[in-house]
Every structure is written in structure tokens, then in C-alpha cells.
């Protein structure tokens, strides 16, 4: 039987702490905002300032415009093309529709296997359209050994040349790096459809001449002499500029605040509520805007990015080869690439297997990982999406910034009515008092992006993040 033991009381010798803390004055931290980020992007764009709302891009006239990817629709084991889609072709682009209608009817469909060799170098050339998946050219060098010298994805197409002349060989070995929908369309079902179609001979002679006319990037080329000794005669020449300039407005973030009066009449100390109100939904707004800055379908970056700018993994993930080959269309002066958190690490996990990691450089404050120079600046705000394996598929960006370097600039406009001090182009204005006593404010915040030429900026896109490796 076990002994019950009475400890007597002790008697309390000073106040507690819990009645102590009745009389104490708490410190109060401002309310804590977890979807708040450092908004990088909008640090590191220059800004510029819009005199009524609107940006007009002025450029050189293109009278032979780069090629454009082509949207297929594929089905299973099918796949077709809208006979507009072929427009996108250079060699169609001139064509009636006619012609178009008859090239999207005859383009027969293949299915390869990842592994699977789609053409072989030396044999007769196809005109080939990716529809679904990844093939890789490969071609040899002077040595014999294997040099890739593309890699096209969904929308692009080889063989062109194959259409102009006849009995073109294949100047590469093509295969399918992924299983691949191919749409083709051969010599003869070309052959076919040039010698019924009426115009067909007289818009591929207008293409051809045009393309002479034109230098690499589709412009009129400017006539120049140099070198010449005696009286040669002197060129003459003249730059055109493009008839319909593309113009950018300013996207709009806006909502509407309130308050009720009891509120900010009696709870103010040690914090202003009206303000705080104010800064977190501010915050909200610029989180929005730098959404909108990379992924508006019109005006965001990636909706701007040109065809001929955007790449495709290669393996998935992330390597230093897709990132030097992203260096190689945007090699005039790139300032910075722009990816998610997980695609920077998903890049410095293959940076440590090959043995290269990169080094780091301080901006604002922070480290910041970078690739040739160049730093990976991190924004949650680009995509995230469901891939073939967990962890998603995302895109990295490339760009030169500034008006001055035809690059890539932030639009606003500052001046407006009830400006918040500090914040251009974010206005505040009070809109009254309800018959309830709830105060009312109209937060509108302006802004926008520009790509002065489709060469500022560049995006990887299919970017695997979720692959990683096993140390021994």
C-alpha cells in the first residue's frame, strides 16, 4: 500500500510573471506577409517613363520575316495542321490558299520512338514538321565524330531546301531524342501540288528575290562599298522603317480598399492601421504586377519572346549546355537570367555532378548563383507546371536591358493624381465615407513591359526541375 505524502503550500514571496505582464507594455511587430518576395525584377529593370499610357516600338521594316512555329494538333496516333498554320514556313509563306490547303492534306504522319532515326545523312531530304515531342541533328565532323547541330522541338521543322531543289540530300543524321509525332510531306506530293496550283511558281520567285533583298535578320539590306580604289560608283541605299509598329499599353493593377473609421480612429498606436492596410495590399499589387510583367499573354516577356529566341531542353533538366546555347542568342550584353527558385537549383544540381559549380556574386545585399558572369536571379512568378515527373516543368530567361542597348525596358507613368510618395504610376485616392462610417481608397498601380528587339531576350523552355543524382 502506497503512502500519501502532503506537500504544504509555499507561500508566494513575489508577484507572477503572468500578473506582471497585465501591467507590461507588449512590443508589436508590423503583420508579417508570407507571399511577400524581394520582387527582383522590378528592381533590376530600367524604367521607362510613358507620357500617355502607350509605347510605340519602332523598327526596321522586315520584308522577310523569320520563321514561325507551327501549331499541329495531335490526337493519338493523328496529327494535322490548319492550312493558315503553314504561313509560318518561309518557303509557304507567299502561297495562295489553295496551295496551303493542299500541302496540309497531303502531310502524312510518323511516330518514332526516342532512339529512333528519323533521316539519315546523304539520303534524299523531307520536308518535316515536329508536331509532338524532340528530335536532335547530328552531324560529323572533319574527324568523323558526332557534332549536334540542332535540336527542334514541337512547332519546328527542317527540310526546306529539300522543296527548292530536287535530289537534296539530308546534310545530317536526324533523330528522335523523346517518342515524336512528325508530320512530312515529300518531294512528290510537292511536286504535285506546284505543277497544279496556280501562282505557286510566281510566289516562290517573289519569296526568292525577297530573301536576297533581305540580310540575316529578314531587314532590307543596306547597300554599302568599301575597299574599292578608283572612281567605282557609290551604292545608294535608304532604310525603311515598319509600316504598322507595334504599340504596348500600360496593364493596370486595382482594387479597392477599406476601412472602417472606428478602426484607425481608436486602434492607431503603436502602429498607423490605415497604413498598414496600405502597405500590405501594396504589396499584394506588386506582387501582381511582376506576374504580369513576365506572363500577360500579350505584353508579359514570355508571350514576347520571337520564335527564333526560344530553345528547348535538350535532356530535361537544366545543364550548362542549354544555359551556354541560351548565351549564344542573347550574346549582346546579357545582364541577367530570370528563373524559379527550383530551376536555379535544379541547375546547380547538374552544375555538381559535372564538377563546375558556379560561383556566387552579391547584389542588393544577397549571394546570387551565377552562369558565365551572368547572374540567376530568382522569381516565383514564373510557371511551374506539371511535368512527366513530380517535380514540373518551368522556363529560364535571358535578357539585355535598356532603351539605350535596345533591350528590355519597364514602362510606367509617373505624375499621376494622388501618387504615393516613393512609388511612381501607384496612385491612392480616397473615395469617401459610407453610411456605415467605412472609409473607401482606390489603389492603381500602371505598368508594363518592352522588348526593343526580339534578340534582347531569350527563353529556355521545357525545363525539367525535379531530376537528381546519387553520390557515392
Given amino acids: 500500500m502506497t503512502e500519501t505524502v502532503t506537500v504544504p503550500p509555499v507561500e508566494q514571496q513575489s508577484i507572477s510573471t503572468d500578473a506582471a505582464r497585465l501591467l507590461a507594455t507588449t512590443t508589436k511587430s ?19 517613363a510613358l507620357d500617355a499610357g ?36 518561309p518557303i509557304f509563306r507567299g502561297l495562295p490558299d489553295d496551295a496551303l490547303a493542299a500541302i496540309a492534306s497531303r502531310l502524312t504522319v510518323e511516330q518514332h520512338a526516342a532512339g529512333d532515326t528519323v533521316q539519315q545523312e546523304g539520303a534524299p531530304s523531307r520536308f518535316v514538321i515536329v508536331a509532338d515531342g524532340k528530335v536532335e541533328a547530328v552531324g560529323s565532323d572533319p574527324h568523323g565524330l558526332d557534332i549536334r547541330l540542332a535540336l527542334l522541338g514541337a512547332g519546328t521543322y527542317i527540310g526546306q531546301e529539300a522543296l527548292v531543289r ?39 520567285a517573289e519569296m526568292a528575290m525577297v530573301t536576297d533583298m533581305a540580310n540575316q535578320f529578314g531587314e532590307r539590306e543596306i547597300e ?87 530553345l528547348k531542353a535538350r535532356r530535361g533538366a537544366p545543364t550548362p549546355d542549354d544555359m551556354d546555347e541560351l548565351l549564344t542568342l542573347v550574346w549582346k550584353q546579357p545582364a541577367f537570367f530570370l528563373a524559379h527558385p527550383r530551376a536555379i537549383a535544379a541547375f546547380g544540381r547538374e552544375c555538381t555532378r559535372r564538377g563546375v559549380p558556379p560561383p556566387t556574386v552579391q547584389m542588393f545585399g544577397s549571394p546570387f548563383l551565377t552562369w558565365r558572369g551572368v547572374p540567376l536571379v530568382p522569381s516565383d512568378k514564373i510557371g511551374l507546371r506539371a511535368g512527366s515527373n513530380s517535380g514540373g516543368r518551368t522556363s529560364i530567361l535571358l535578357m539585355r536591358v535598356g ?10 507613368q509617373p505624375g499621376l493624381q494622388d501618387e504615393m510618395p516613393g512609388s511612381p504610376s501607384l496612385s491612392v485616392r480616397f473615395m469617401g465615407i459610407n453610411q456605415t462610417a467605412v472609409s473607401s481608397y482606390l489603389l492603381t498601380l500602371y505598368s508594363s513591359v518592352a522588348v526593343m528587339t526580339d534578340d534582347a531576350l531569350g527563353v529556355l523552355e521545357d525545363v525539367e526541375v525535379g531530376r537528381y543524382h546519387e553520390y557515392e
Fill in 403 to 412: 532603351a539605350e542597348r535596345q533591350g528590355v525596358v519597364g514602362l510606367h
Fill in 224 to 310: 554599302l562599298q568599301s575597299g574599292h580604289e578608283g572612281e567605282v560608283e557609290i551604292p545608294d541605299t535608304f532604310v525603311d522603317y515598319e509600316d504598322d509598329p507595334r504599340e504596348i499599353g500600360l496593364n493596370i493593377v486595382q482594387t479597392v480598399l477599406r476601412v472602417h473609421t472606428r478602426v484607425t480612429d481608436l486602434y492607431n498606436s503603436p502602429h498607423d492601421q490605415l497604413n498598414q492596410q496600405l502597405r500590405l495590399t501594396v504589396e499584394a499589387m506588386k506582387e501582381r504586377q511582376e506576374w504580369d510583367l513576365i506572363n500577360h499573354p500579350e505584353t508579359g516577356l514570355i508571350g514576347q519572346t520571337a520564335p527564333s529566341m526560344r
Fill in 166 to 204: 530536287s535530289d537534296t540530300p539530308s546534310a545530317a543524321t536526324v533523330r528522335a531524342s523523346t517518342p515524336t509525332t512528325l508530320l512530312v510531306l515529300t518531294r512528290e506530293s510537292w511536286d504535285a501540288i506546284a505543277s497544279n496550283g496556280v501562282g505557286v511558281a510566281d510566289a516562290m
Fill in 54 to 89: 502607350t509605347f510605340r516600338v519602332n523598327r526596321r521594316k522586315v520584308i522577310a520575316p523569320p520563321p514561325r512555329r507551327v501549331h499541329a494538333t495531335v490526337s493519338g496516333a493523328s496529327a494535322t495542321v490548319d492550312p493558315a498554320q503553314l504561313k509560318a514556313v
Fill in 30 to 48: 508590423v503583420p508579417q506577409n508570407v507571399g511577400n518576395s524581394p520582387r527582383w525584377l522590378l528592381s533590376l529593370l530600367p524604367w521607362m
